[in-house]
């Protein structure tokens, strides 16, 4: 079974700074597709960035960027310039080819402070 | 462009009582469909999704069923609620085959039972 886990259930920093948020996942699929999702107040989740396992390059959405590390199985999210908006729940996500759904990570909460 | 509308956004339930809520997709056809749940401050607990018209996988046994009546809609109900059906349900669509770019979600719905 597929699961992944966000071992960071809060965290914290300052407006304009860099954050990195981890997760990590297990499984023994070879091509798969991980996903950063936020979840403002409002609790609309809304979809940040995406990565390809068969890519090597991380994936880049303006302030948002991925570190992906197949081998280690680690797909941590950094959010640099930190905006009071950036204040959300963070859900990293997992899904393998085929009609499977996403699997979630418990999330991590970050608090952007000015 | 898809869109996706989910159904009433809050919803005050006696316990006991009946519950539908309803998930309809626009501008895509034969889209995988899923319902989830966020208790309060949570991650999402996936409860059912679907591959197509009728075709139903439950994740998690409970007081809770879905059906897929039509290519873009899906319903979840219950006959008789209790209050640990309590929550934030969200209902999500994504392109088939499988997610390849994710899934995306309605605003979701906010349950109390009392």
């Known amino acids: 079974a597929q699961t992944v886990t966000q071992s960071q259930p809060e965290m914290s920093v300052q407006e304009a700074e860099t954050v990195t948020l981890s997760c990590t996942y297990d499984?023994?699929?070879?091509?798969?597709?991980l996903f950063w999702y936020k979840q403002p107040p409002s609790r609309q989740m809304i979809l940040v960035i995406r990565q390809e396992a068969y890519k090597q390059q991380n994936a880049t959405e303006n302030r948002f960027s991925v570190n992906f590390q197949k081998a280690a199985k680690s797909f941590s999210l950094k959010i640099s310039d930190s905006q009071l908006g950036d204040t959300a729940m963070y859900f990293c996500?997992?899904?393998?080819?085929?009609?499977?759904?996403?699997?979630f990570g418990k999330g991590t909460r970050l608090s952007v402070i000015a | 462009s898809q869109t996706i509308h989910q159904w009433p956004a809050t919803l005050v339930q006696p316990v006991g009582s009946p519950l539908s809520l309803e998930c309809t997709v626009e501008?895509?056809?034969?889209?995988?469909l899923y319902w989830y749940r966020q208790a309060a401050g949570r991650g999402l607990q996936l409860l059912f999704y679907s591959v197509g018209i009728g075709q139903i996988s439950s994740e998690v046994p409970q007081n809770l069923s879905a059906s897929r009546p039509q290519d873009r809609q899906f319903i979840l109900s219950s006959k008789k609620l209790l209050l640990s059906d309590s929550g934030f349900y969200l209902c999500?669509?994504?392109?088939?085959?499988?997610?390849?770019?994710?899934?995306?979600f309605g605003q979701g719905t906010r349950l109390t039972v009392v």
């Open positions: 999500a669509w994504g392109p088939r085959p499988g997610q390849l770019v994710g899934a995306f």
């Open positions: 996500a997992f899904i393998y080819s085929g009609n499977t759904p996403l699997v």
């Open positions: 499984t023994s699929e070879s091509n798969y597709y």
């Open positions: 501008g895509t056809s034969n889209p995988n």
